[in-house]
Nanobody, 115 residues
Framework: QVQLVESGGGLVQAGDSLRLSCAAS????????MGWYRQAPGKERELVAV???????TYAESMKGRFTISRDNAKNTVSLQMLKLKPEDTAVYYC?????????WGQGTQVTVSS
C-alpha cells in the first residue's frame, strides 16, 4: 500500500503562481512513476505531468513551459510548480503513483484560478 498526501492548493488570481506538493509513504519501490493529474468540473481526469524514475519527465502539451514537475527520491515527494495560472487551470489536482501494475491516487487538492 502507498499513501499519498497532497498540499498546496488554493484560490489564486490569474497570472499567479502556485506550488503543489505530494508526499508518498508506505511500500515505495525504487522504480516508479509519480506525478499529477487534474480533473476540472464536467471533464475527464487528464495528465498534467509525470516523472518516471529515474528521471524521464512527461508533460501534457498544454502545460509545457508553465508547469514544472520535480521530485525528491530521498523524501519520496513530488512537486508541481505552476506559473502564470489561468482560469482554465481550475481543477482538482491529484497526486499519482504507479509501480508495475499498482496505481495509487491522492485525495486531491483544489486549485481555483479567478479571472
Amino acid at each position: 500500500q502507498v499513501q499519498l498526501v497532497e498540499s498546496g492548493g488554493g484560490l489564486v488570481q490569474a497570472g499567479d503562481s502556485l506550488r503543489l506538493s505530494c508526499a508518498a509513504s508506505g511500500s515505495i519501490f525504487s522504480i516508479n512513476a509519480m506525478g499529477w493529474y487534474r480533473q476540472a468540473p464536467g471533464k475527464e481526469r487528464e495528465l498534467v505531468a509525470v516523472i518516471i524514475s529515474p528521471g524521464k519527465t512527461t508533460y501534457a502539451e498544454s502545460m509545457k513551459g508553465r508547469f514544472t514537475i520535480s521530485r525528491d527520491n530521498a523524501k519520496n515527494t513530488v512537486s508541481l510548480q505552476m506559473l502564470k495560472l489561468k482560469p482554465e487551470d481550475t481543477a482538482v489536482y491529484y497526486c499519482y503513483y504507479r509501480s508495475g501494475s499498482f496505481e495509487y491516487w491522492g485525495q486531491g487538492t483544489q486549485v481555483t484560478v479567478s479571472s
